[in-house]
């Protein structure tokens, strides 16, 4: 059964940074893409961020984090990071660990993780 499990969410200031970090079980991590959402209160889930799998070498950002946002991924660890910086109020929200089997179907994950908060105070 594969599993993703989210850590590295809390309280930062605006301006701050945060690392996220994915660690992924019971599947062949490097052969699948790897992406993080965020649904804030109130809001449907949104896309954030995707690597591709293996070589893991294409990656894909939601407009309102580019620049600010790299996902990044260990194959050897299992896992995937996401390193948030400049971080802003309105980045507040759940943030959500999936796969899918390639990138262009990152829109409809097979699997996704429980969540970490991120709360950025301004």
């Known amino acids: 059964q594969v599993q993703l499990v989210e850590s590295g969410g809390g309280l930062v200031q605006a301006g701050g940074s945060l690392r996220l970090s994915c660690a992924a079980s019971?599947?062949?991590?490097?052969?699948?893409?790897m992406g993080w959402f965020r649904q804030a209160p109130g809001k449907e889930r949104d896309f954030v961020a995707a690597?591709?799998?293996?070589?893991?070498?294409?990656?894909a950002y939601a407009d309102s984090v580019k620049g600010r946002f790299t996902i990044s991924r260990d194959n050897a660890k299992n896992t995937v990071y996401l390193q948030m910086n400049s971080l802003k109020p309105e980045d507040t929200a759940v943030y959500y660990c999936?796969?899918?089997?390639?990138?262009?179907?990152?829109?409809?994950?097979?699997?996704w993780g429980q969540g970490t908060q991120v709360t950025v105070s301004s």
């Open positions: 999936a796969t899918a089997k390639m990138l262009l179907t990152m829109s409809s994950p097979d699997y």
């Open positions: 690597i591709t799998g293996s070589g893991g070498s294409t990656a």
């Open positions: 019971g599947r062949t991590f490097s052969s699948y893409a």
